[in-house]
């Protein structure tokens, strides 16, 4: 499943996560005004322009999308942030 994320910055990778009924959209301000990080900013599974091929979404798909983004971006190791369900997904 292919994930619609936005990089942000540059420096050490931060993982920022939306809540439900969100989008990525809702970090971007608080990422343009933090220099000195690589924000990932995904759009979880049936949020924003990630499609879901499935009706429900498990916090374990939820997981394995997003595990499989950093692999992607060959991003070993992160920060995470939540809001909501983008809280309970990192942790």
Do not use: C
């Not at 994930?3 to 990422?31: D, Q, R, S, T």
């Not at 879901?52 to 920060?79: G, H």
């Amino acid at each position: 499943m292919e994930m619609n994320y936005k990089i942000i910055g540059e420096g050490k990778p931060v993982v920022l996560l939306h809540g439900f009924l969100e989008n990525h959209k809702m970090w971007i301000p608080i990422a343009e005004a933090i220099p000195g990080y690589k924000f990932i900013i995904p759009d979880l599974l049936g949020h924003g322009k990630t499609r879901s091929e499935d009706e429900v979404n498990t916090m374990e798909d939820q997981a394995r999308n997003l595990v499989n983004l950093l692999k992607d971006l060959e991003v070993s190791s992160a920060t995470f942030i939540g809001h909501s369900m983008g809280a309970t997904l990192q942790w």
